[in-house]
């Protein structure tokens, strides 16, 4: 089996967790739509190394106009799905949008340079049919939620998205908690071996491709986005994400920054 088709097939695997993940937002409970959020974060960052590692020879091939929209796309997703799963109210159309715009990213793929006019209908079908997905187990919430305030306010209670609790405080960290390490991981690996490497001892871990650089973006590009989503959930000072994005920039920075965190943090409200 040779280094493309093992590429291919992570790749693969990776778009079905991120569309998985997206789909799985269509729970009723918080905690289970961050789950999902935990999987189409692993889907989103897999699926792009895996295909810049299928496209990076030869080079030129990672300036077409459609690996922009399917990142785009992909990116899109990824936000407007932890934008959903953190909502303070039950928005299905985000769960809709986000699914939507995975299916943007997939036939931009699969299409690639083909005629615009069949990306944007198929685009619209993908729309309406994810709108449906969604909205279904939304209305029947909404149903259940009705029943509960006309029987007891401890079901309207359990219906109600308003609720912060802790177990959805944990979620979130934990979503957060591990974006971090991984990204600290990923600086480590460019800053003290790759680049060490490259410029003391003239061996290219990535044969000149980038691939390591490329993954330490990914995983920054995902880093900001939890430090966001999780840090605004939790009550964190706009001072805090400053300081958790700066410390992002060194190597051990993040590590140290989410073990600060976590020995001040109360993951029921976490506001220190």
Excluded at 35 to 49: C, V
Aim: include cysteine; glycine fraction near 8%.
């Amino acid at each position: 089996m040779n280094e493309y088709l093992i590429w291919r097939l992570i790749k693969l695997l990776a778009v079905s967790l991120l569309v998985s993940g997206v789909i799985g937002g269509a729970t009723a409970t918080r905690r289970n739509r961050i789950r999902g959020l935990q999987w189409s974060s692993i889907g989103f960052a897999l699926t792009w190394i895996a295909g810049y590692a299928m496209l990076a020879s030869p080079r030129e091939q990672l300036s077409q106009d459609w690996i922009f929209w399917a990142i785009g796309w992909s990116l899109m997703a990824l936000f407007l799905h932890a934008l959903y799963a953190h909502g303070s109210t039950d928005r299905a159309w985000l769960g809709a949008l986000a699914l939507a715009s995975v299916a943007g990213a997939i036939i931009s793929m699969v299409l690639r340079d083909e005629s615009i006019l069949v990306w944007i209908v198929i685009q619209i079908i993908l729309f309406v049919l994810s709108l449906a997905l969604f909205y279904v187990p939304y209305a029947a919430r909404k149903k259940e939620t009705e029943r509960s305030d006309r029987s007891s306010a401890e079901g309207t209670e359990r219906a109600n998205l308003n609720i912060h609790t802790g177990l959805d405080a944990k979620q979130s960290w934990i979503w957060f908690q591990w974006i971090a390490r991984f990204e600290g991981l990923s600086i480590i690996l460019l800053m003290l071996i790759y680049m060490p490497l490259k410029y003391a001892a003239e061996i290219v871990l990535d044969n000149g491709t980038g691939l390591v650089g490329w993954i330490h973006g990914v995983m920054f590009v995902l880093y900001v986005g939890s430090l966001l989503f999780t840090g605004i959930f939790l009550g964190w000072s706009w001072k805090r994400m400053v300081m958790g994005f700066v410390a992002a920039q060194f190597p051990f920075g993040s590590f140290i920054f989410e073990w600060n965190c976590h020995q001040k943090a109360n993951l029921s409200k976490t506001d220190k």
